[in-house]
């Protein structure tokens, strides 16, 4: 699976910012597939929200303000984000693993597949 994530830049905190990332290799029926973040100085990624066949899931601090969706036909996924607040600042991940191979999509350690990222900056 290739992945690649577009729409990172610079916003300003309450705003509002929509991430891409278009697969290839493998239709969404047969991964799972999420958004990580990776905050400034920190070298861990944390999962922000993801969609199996279980359905979405998100990350407590982005419930309600994130939100995930696919255009199938163009095996692109969304993150909607509203709100922003700085602490939403980082690289923003696209990744994916085949379905049924993971405990948790949003796990990193679980994840196969990783694009290469786009960043995000919320400032005042």
């Known amino acids: 699976v290739q992945l690649l994530e577009s729409g990172g830049r610079s916003v300003k905190v309450g705003g509002s910012l929509r991430l891409s990332c278009t697969a290839s290799?493998?239709?969404?029926?047969?991964?799972?597939i999420g958004w990580f973040r990776q905050s400034p100085g920190s070298d861990d990624r944390e999962g922000i929200g993801?969609?199996?066949?279980?359905?979405?899931e998100y990350r407590e601090s982005v419930k309600g303000r994130f939100i995930i969706s696919t255009d199938d036909a163009q095996k692109t996924l969304f993150l909607q984000m509203n709100r922003l607040q700085p602490e939403d600042t980082g690289v923003y991940y696209c990744?994916?693993?085949?379905?049924?191979?993971?405990?948790?999509?949003?796990?990193?350690?679980?994840?196969?597949?990783w694009g290469k990222g786009t960043p995000v900056t919320v400032s005042s």
């Open positions: 990744a994916a693993v085949p379905e049924g191979d993971y405990n948790s999509c949003l796990q990193p350690y679980d994840m196969d597949y």
């Open positions: 993801c969609l199996s066949t279980s359905g979405y």
């Open positions: 290799g493998r239709n969404f029926d047969d991964i799972a």
